[in-house]
């Protein structure tokens, strides 16, 4: 499975070529969401009044999020030791997330991939 980031999910949801592959995903039914990505999506969501687009994302499977604190406030410590700065606790809670359920992350900010080269999960390639 297949955790997609919010930025892929903003540029698909304007038709941006570079979110294309996420179609694929959706065909193959090999996505899933997190609350923390809803919770960044659905407002603007409600803003707009895109009600059939928010039931489209609430109908994708959804991982539960379980932070362990310790564990972020460990992969941070390791970040900044690397050199990754400026990654949001939101990113690593995606890490987290990915790395507890054994998902890839689907994103195009760098420092996932960087990241990645410390702690070793999964990204989609495309």
Not at 51 to 66: G, I, N, W
Request: glycine share 4%; proline share 2%; with cysteine.
């Amino acid at each position: 499975m297949v955790l997609v980031d919010t930025s892929v999910w903003i540029d698909f949801f304007k038709g941006k070529e570079a979110a294309r592959p996420l179609n694929e995903l959706i065909d193959s039914n090999n996505l899933c969401i997190n609350d923390l990505i809803l919770a960044e999506l659905i407002p603007s969501i409600n803003h707009k009044k895109e009600f059939e687009l928010k039931e489209l994302l609430e109908s994708v499977y959804r991982v539960t999020v379980d932070i362990d604190w310790n564990s972020l406030i460990a992969m941070q410590t390791i970040n900044l030791k690397n050199g990754i700065n400026n990654v949001g606790i939101s990113d690593l809670v995606i890490v987290q997330n990915a790395i507890d359920n054994d998902l890839e992350i689907y994103a195009y900010d760098k420092h996932f991939e960087l990241m990645n080269e410390l702690f070793g999960f999964k990204t989609y390639k495309l």
